[in-house]
């Protein structure tokens, strides 16, 4: 079966079915922010460790879930979709998707019942945030009242075993609240012992959110029930199905970040909604999302600088042979992978989940020399680090173990 083709020009691999056989997954980021995402929203994000920076969940060896979801409803009708054909599965007879994979970017198109939709989804160069960045077009004949809903499930512990193992504890460190457009996640030892005015910017205090730029948040929710409901999964939430959420928080549950939006759209227009989700505190969470309520098109202008960088990296070290397949893997995708592997040294994927105490001294060696000819300046970087880091008989010491840093 063919589920898409290579785009040689863009550098970018296209899914033309969303059904595929696994998923297919993308990488974003960098050193400071790492992303896992699937062609179906599916996957998890983390700060400087995989392993002990968790800050979106993902259950392995399941159903590619839960993951960067963004529901679409309609107010009329009272049905609904998501931007992804995951999670709420419509029959593929109806609604017809698209998963562009491209170089630290995946960019999804979808059209169902006269709307179409682009959700683009990135972390900027130098920043350690991720970006949902959603579109939305009436292409009906009619005026249409729409709720968008994005939905962030945060680890209740950093340490991504203890957050779906040690559940007598990590489900009681946590608490949620909304401010002004986003939700902010608190995880702590002893949350009785700190009033809410004090936890707020507490620096003890591990903070993620997830936060709306580019409209008005008309509901919200950070509770994971609360927005599922009881007896109920990611295709079907209550709060999407009820038209609006309980704009209630979560206190020593599992928590979740949930924002909805009321778009009114009239035949041909299209409107813009960004979701961003990070581990900050509330102060630099607020000036995160307010660059983006201010700077027009910055979404667009921040994926032309990833491209850009990128794109230059991949210049470097190019071949050009008989076979396009073989050309079209080692100057983009091998090339591309290289980075990712040097940059996480094998410690984020959907079959290994990190590394327990930061990167591999064996496995960061071999992978420098993946990228020493696409940047050697990275290359020099990273073999200095690794130096420091052995001893007079050949071997090596354990790294440092990566602790989160919110700030």
Known sequence: MRYGYFDNEKREYVITRPDTPAPWVNYLGSPEYGAIISNNAGGYSFEKSGANGRILRYVFNQFDEPGRYIYIRDNDSKDYWSASWQPVGKDLDEYKSECHHGTAYTRMTAKYSGISSEALYYVPLDKSYEVWDLKVTNNSEKNRKLNITGYAEFTNNCNYEQDQVNLQYSQFITSTHFSQNRVMHHVHGNLDALKEDEYIDNKNVSMRFLG???????????????????????????????????????????????????????????????????????????????????????????LVEL?????????????????????????????????????????????????????????????????????????????????????????????????????
Request: with cysteine; hydrophobic share 35%.
């Open 212 to 302: 709306m730029a580019g409209q008005k948040v008309s509901s919200w929710c950070g509770s994971k029930e609360g927005f599922l409901g009881r007896y109920h999964d990611y295709s079907n939430p209550i709060g999407v199905i009820n038209g609006s959420l309980d704009n209630k928080g979560n206190y020593n549950e599992n928590g979740c970040g949930a924002l909805t939006t009321l778009l009114e759209l009239a035949p041909g227009e299209t409107k813009e909604v960004i979701f961003i989700v990070g581990m900050k505190y509330d102060d630099e969470a607020a000036k995160i999302i307010a660059r983006y309520d201010e700077n027009e098109n910055l979404c667009e202008k921040e």
């Open 307 to 407: 491209k850009k960088f990128w794109h230059g990296k991949l210049e470097k070290f190019q071949v050009k042979t008989p076979s396009e397949e073989f050309n079209t893997m080692i100057n983009t995708w091998n090339a591309y992978n290289c980075f990712m592997t040097f940059i996480w040294s094998r410690a984020a994927s959907f079959t290994y989940c990190g590394l327990r105490n930061g990167y591999g001294y064996r496995d960061t060696v071999q992978d420098i020399q993946g990228i020493i000819h696409l940047a050697p300046e990275m290359a020099v970087e990273k073999i200095r680090f690794m130096l420091s880091a052995q001893v007079d008989n050949g071997g090596g010491l354990p790294l440092v173990k990566f602790t989160h840093n919110p700030g």
